[in-house]
């Protein structure tokens, strides 16, 4: 059984602070990665992929993945409250893609 | 289209109903992938497809679930003699192609909302 493990939080930061996201799978073959954000009663939106090692950045979101260690990080830098949201986790084995439970965050004015 | 579409978008039953459940994949979009997310859950694997080929259903909780895409485009999710616990979001997403090394994308649809009473 595959497994992608997230705490579920809540996770609470205040506006302009840094948000820590932090993801780990079971698979040692798992290909790629990916952090969608939900909005309650929304559908999950990509907001980053990541298939190797090290940081990836784009805006205010920075990626991160060790492979080694079987864990994938997401920051969001200068946190507003429009980040509150929902944060899953994705990885792929090439074939299909297996989600986490999901990160809530709350940004808090 | 410009993005997956899905429909309807909220769906009631009666326990015992059969319900079908659409998705429009982006178009050009092989590989075509449903899902199954309950409430403060992460979605849950169904199904997918690579063009009109059913690559993968172990995801499927019982046999009164059957998806198709006939033509490799658009896809029905059928759920037969609809149950309380069938009661959730369906999730349809697409992707450019599986394999490769995974490096391609999903996006998802909004959603169907099954309510079954």
């Known amino acids: 059984q595959k497994e992608v493990e997230q705490n579920s939080g809540p996770l609470s930061v205040p506006e302009g602070a840094i948000a820590s996201l932090n993801c780990t799978y079971s698979d040692r073959v798992s290909q790629s990665f990916f952090w969608y954000r939900q909005y309650s009663g929304k559908s999950p939106e990509l907001i980053m992929s990541?298939?190797?090692?090290g940081d990836k950045e784009d805006g205010r979101f920075t990626a991160q993945l060790n492979k080694a260690s079987q864990y994938v990080s997401l920051l969001i830098r200068d946190s507003q409250p429009s980040d509150s949201a929902t944060y899953l986790c994705a990885v792929n084995d090439g074939n299909q893609f297996y989600f986490g439970t999901g990160t809530s965050l709350t940004v808090i004015p | 289209g410009a993005g997956v579409s899905q429909s309807p978008r909220y769906k009631v039953a009666k326990r015992g109903q059969d319900v079908a459940l659409r998705c429009d994949p982006i178009?050009?979009?092989?590989?075509l992938f449903w899902y199954q997310q309950a409430l403060g859950q992460g979605p849950e694997f169904l199904t997918y497809f690579q063009n009109e080929a059913q690559l993968d259903k172990s995801g499927l909780p019982s046999d009164r679930f059957f998806a198709e895409r006939p033509e490799g485009s658009v896809s029905t999710l059928k759920i037969q003699r609809t149950q309380q616990e069938d009661s959730a979001v369906y999730l349809c997403?697409?992707?450019?192609?599986?394999?490769?090394?995974?490096?391609?994308?999903?996006?998802f649809g909004p959603g169907t909302r099954l309510t079954v009473t």
């Open positions: 178009s050009g979009h092989v590989s």
């Open positions: 997403a697409s992707s450019l192609a599986v394999g490769a090394g995974g490096r391609y994308e999903q996006y």
């Open positions: 990541i298939y190797s090692n």
